[in-house]
Each structure stands twice: as C-alpha cells, then as structure tokens.
C-alpha cells in the first residue's frame, strides 16, 4: 500500500551547471535547479538552495498511477531536504475508487493517515464524498523509518533509495527528520491529484540539537514538546511555513472555496501579519527587524522569493 513517505526518493548526486527555472522547466537528471518549478499543471517556489533533480519516479496499482520530480538538497556533507512534486492519476475512469480509497487511508490508513496521531504534531484534513485535501507535518525517527518500519512491506519507498544514496555519498546520516505532506484530490477539479512533500533534517536549518532520537523520546514528539521550548519554536516555524505552502498549493490547483482548510491555527501570526515587515521608527528597529528576516531565510522559514518581498515592504 502507497504511504506518504513512499514518494520521496534519493539516488546520487553529480557536479553540473545550475538552471533556471523561470519558465516550463525541463528537468535533467543530475542538474541544479532553483526558484521556481513547473511540471504540468503544477509548481513548486523551491526553498533558498541548489536542489539536484534526481530522477522521475512512478508506480502504477489496480489502474491507479503516481509519477513524481524529486529533489534533494545538501551542503557538505550534510543533508538537508527532499522534495517531490507529484501527481496522482486515475487515468478518468477510476476517480471515483481513487478518491474513495485515499479517504480510507486518509481517515484510517493502519500506518499512516492525515488525522493526529501521537507523532504527528499537525494535522488537518476536508473530506467529504470523493474530495479529498490534507496538510500533515511530523518529526521522523530516521533509524526507525531506515531499519524497522512500521510497514515492514512497504517495499517501494525511500529505504532501499536512501541506503544507496548513502553509500554512493560521503554524507552525515540525520537523526531526526521533519516531514510535510500536501495532497489534493477532487475530481470535480480535476481527475489528477497533486501531492508535494518536504522532507528536512532541521538541525541543518539551524534547528536545537537532539539529544533523543527514537520516535517516542524525541523532543518533537507531540507528548514531549511542551518540555522542551527551543523544539516547539521551531517545529511551530516549520508548521507555520508548511501552513503558508498549503494555502499557495490550493491557490495553484484552483481548490474549490468549500475544499480548502482552515489554516488559521497553525500560521504564527509575526511571520504572517504585514506587521512583522511594517517600516519602523528608528535605524535600530529597522536593522532589528531586518536581521529577524535573514535568521527566517537562513533557518528555511521563508523561501528567498518570501525574503525579497518582505524586505522590499521594510524598506518602503
């Protein structure tokens, strides 16, 4: 069975020129990429970074398709994110099973869904007949998901691809993965389903130091965060950002107005509000507020296309 995590897969990485994915960006493996991404019908504003395309994935199950771009960025020897743009296909005649069995899974999947679970720290999901629309964001135990996964047959997703990116790369393994998951199904839309996933180490975003790295220990999991504020500030960022990307990923699918989610709760109000970029009285709370803006960009808050924005309004 298809699992969240299953899209996000890594191959090896290779030294070649940077593109520029202003218009219809045509992927070649191996290449660099930033900005903004266009596959179909679909587009990805790219994290501040150099993401390599590493190939095409694609699957196909009782007449249901998946393909998928993904993407992976690192600095050094660090890892830092996965990204996948992908898309669901019915191929017009099975929409309505589609729909049917992603709300089964959505709503009682045996390993993963889009309602809270313990170690998941947001989520929410619209669901009503064949529509379908879920934004997830969790904290992963890396060598749970490496080496005793909860799906012991889910043979299809990012171990066997990670393993072997790991061993063809001199990389530093992360302990702790955030994850966000954005997925839209609605066949009065369109008969194709569009899923984005970010995938980040966050101590490479300038996230706390783990001390606890099991699922049930870490200090994002949701029954220990409280104790833990350093944890919580950057995993509500993270929430906040993915919260922001959900709201453009609904824009860019033309979700119908009864489809989209209420995203209110999760969006911090001092990355959201005009105010947190408003001119200021004084040369210290200007350079205060721009040096808040470059902390965001750096910790992968903001994209840089967010960053210029927000800028340009503080310096008018």
């Known amino acids: 069975m298809f699992r969240f995590l299953s899209i996000l897969f890594v191959l090896f990485c290779l030294i070649i020129p940077i593109q520029n994915s202003e218009a219809k960006t ?4 191996g290449n660099f990429y930033e900005g903004t991404l266009k596959w179909k019908k679909m587009k990805v504003n790219l994290p501040e970074g150099k993401w390599e395309y590493i190939r095409q994935s694609s699957w196909w199950w009782a007449g249901f398709g998946y393909s998928c771009k993904n993407f992976i960025l690192k ?4 890892f830092k994110s996965l990204m996948s743009m992908c898309e669901f296909r019915s191929g017009g005649r099975y929409t309505a099973d589609l729909g049917s ?3 089964k899974l959505y709503t009682r999947g045996e390993y993963d869904s889009c309602t809270l679970r313990p170690e998941y720290y947001y ?7 064949t529509a379908s ?3 997830r964001v969790r904290h992963i135990d890396h060598d749970k998901e490496m080496n005793r996964p909860d799906d012991p047959d889910d043979v299809g997703g990012i ?3 990670l393993r072997r990116w790991y061993k063809e790369n001199d990389v530093i393994k992360p302990k702790i993965l955030l994850s966000a998951i954005h997925e839209y199904y609605a066949p009065v839309v369109t008969e194709n389903g569009p899923g984005v996933y970010f995938l980040i180490n966050p101590e490479a975003y300038g996230g706390p130091k783990n ?3 099991t699922e049930e220990t870490s200090e994002y999991h949701r029954n220990n965060i409280d104790k833990h504020p350093e944890f919580k500030k950057f995993i509500d960022e993270f929430t906040s950002l993915s919260a922001k990307r959900h709201k453009e990923f609904e824009v860019i699918w033309k979700a119908r ?3 989209k989610l209420d995203l209110s709760d999760a969006i911090l109000d001092d990355i959201e509000k005009d105010n947190v970029v408003a001119s200021s009285d004084s040369n210290n709370d200007f350079v205060k507020r721009l040096n808040e803006l470059k902390e965001l960009l750096q910790a992968g808050v903001l994209t840089k296309e967010e960053f210029e924005k927000a800028k340009k309004k503080l310096l008018n």
């Open 26 to 29: 045509k992927f070649v493996k």
């Open 75 to 78: 600095e050094g020897r660090i």
């Open 101 to 103: 069995w992603l709300n």
């Open 123 to 129: 989520a929410n999901l619209y669901i009503k007949g």
């Open 133 to 135: 629309n879920c934004l």
């Open 159 to 161: 171990r066997p691809i």
């Open 211 to 213: 001390k606890y790295f």
């Open 257 to 259: 107005k009864k489809h």
